[in-house]
């Protein structure tokens, strides 16, 4: 749909279209728009909002990029214009899925990345916690040692024998 959207604002820039003419090509079309709907569609950013399709870009986009001259001598068969402009509708909409899709996998993607930082962080955070209790458990040991030495030296000094204990 950002594609689109440029497309539109670069139709309405080169023939410098005021919004009540776009306003009424869109009811020559049989479509109808809002002032307040172009405003935002033509506002600037607006590329990376979300418009419904079918009911605020699709008609703009008839007005603005359907080439009437196409369906000239055809009028035999109106059927035939018929699905030509439902298909074209639905390859409009098809990009716009595929727009939408793209964006949603670059989010999956962002999102991703954030996840894998958390756990690389977390790893750092795991492996220094893991060294910190392992000093923890060397100096237990050796505060642990230094009291057996100090009770066997209390021991001695009595005179008993660690034998007799």
Known sequence: MKDIIVKLKRVRNAKGLTYQKIIDMVKSNGDDISKAT???IFAE???SRQFNYRNSILPVERALLCDKKMFDGIESSKELKR?????????YELESLVDELKSKNEKLKNDIEFQEQEIKEDRKWIDYLEKSLRKEEDYTDKVLQLYYNCLDMRIESCGISQKTI
């Open 83 to 91: 699905q030509l402009f439902d298909k074209t509708i639905r390859i």
């Open 38 to 40: 172009l405003s935002r």
């Open 45 to 47: 950013g607006s590329e």
